[in-house]
């Protein structure tokens, strides 16, 4: 969720409904070095509490420490430790799964940002191993608990699967079996249903990535059929746009360069488009988009072509 999930984003997820954020992934090497750029990244408001910040490297002493200076500036209600990230260039420098296939560096790891930061609770986020032929999330999870993380993560997949295939939850059963602290389960949710059928592994709760960045309202729809049995139909149409032209208004606001903004809030529409009719035809012309006022042409536009369609 590198580079989607701002401060901004979490915000919006929040209002949607979602109980707990978490930053994006923060390099532990550069908040040690007091890298500015990767200080800024820390940066959250009190609306998104409760909200960790997630740390990922694989230097005990300097993740420790790390980890201390994060608490001295920003008071997070939790650290996280990002043991899950697939991505090659993350786990070439032994973070995120790379810790998968070293045990005792992931405990020592985990034990020095826990000692760190005590009595401030500290979670983390695995995968269920490294591939198919070491399968490991249950001797990781009683590792962590070991170690005094208070929740862990389990995303159902393994590391050389990235986002591919389906995400094994009877994996996830197995560590809710295993270890007394609650497991929060991760992977192929993205509907109220969905929710509700993981829930029958014994899940404490369920985590959401990529269905969030295409549809941060699902939050809202899963609280409402948990506490009434209800599915909630998608948002209109015309709310959906507002909402994205929302996000891009506001991230220029921020920026205060309305062209750079666009074009990095590119990728972000296009998550946005799925599962929207003329999804194709949008992708392409949000990969041109170049102003807010541009945007809200392509929106109008939309909106006016299905609603011609509803209404024959």
Not at 29 to 50: H, Q, S, V
Request: net charge neutral.
């Amino acid at each position: 969720m590198a580079g989607v999930t701002d401060s901004l984003f979490r915000g919006y997820c929040k209002e949607f409904g979602a109980d707990v954020v978490v930053t994006e992934f923060v390099a532990a090497e550069g908040i040690f070095r007091k890298n500015a750029r990767t200080l800024e990244y820390l940066d959250f408001t009190e609306a998104e509490r409760p909200l960790g910040v997630q740390l990922f490297g694989a230097d005990p002493e300097h993740l420790g420490k790390a980890a201390q200076m994060v608490l001295e500036w920003k008071q997070p209600d939790f650290i996280d430790l990002n043991f899950g990230c697939p991505v090659n260039k993350v786990v070439s420098k032994n973070g995120g799964s790379a810790l998968l296939r070293d045990c005792p560096l992931l405990e020592r790891v985990t034990s020095a940002v826990v000692k760190a930061v005590a009595p401030h609770p500290v979670t983390a986020k695995i995968r269920i191993g490294w591939d198919q032929k070491s399968i490991n999330a249950v001797e990781t999870a009683r590792i962590l608990e070991g170690c005094g993380i208070r929740a862990l993560a389990v995303h159902g997949r393994t590391k050389e699967q990235g986002y591919s295939g389906d995400a094994d939850w009877n994996v996830i059963a197995s560590v809710v079996e295993a270890v007394k602290i609650p497991v929060i389960g991760n992977g192929d949710v993205a509907s109220a249903q969905d929710v509700a059928l993981r829930r029958k592994t014994g899940v404490a709760g369920v985590m959401l990535g990529r269905a969030a960045m295409s549809a941060p309202w699902v939050f809202g729809g899963i609280r409402h059929y948990l506490q009434t049995g209800e599915v909630l139909p998608d948002p209109p149409l015309e709310k959906q746009w507002a909402h994205m032209i929302r996000h891009c208004r506001e991230a220029a606001q921020r920026s205060g360069v309305e062209r750079i903004t666009m074009q990095f809030m590119r990728s972000r529409l296009m998550a946005y488009s799925r599962g929207m009719e003329e999804a194709r035809d949008l992708r392409m012309r949000f990969s041109q988009v170049a102003s807010l006022a541009e945007l809200e042409d392509i929106a109008a536009g939309h909106i006016l072509r299905n609603a011609g369609e509803r209404a024959s």
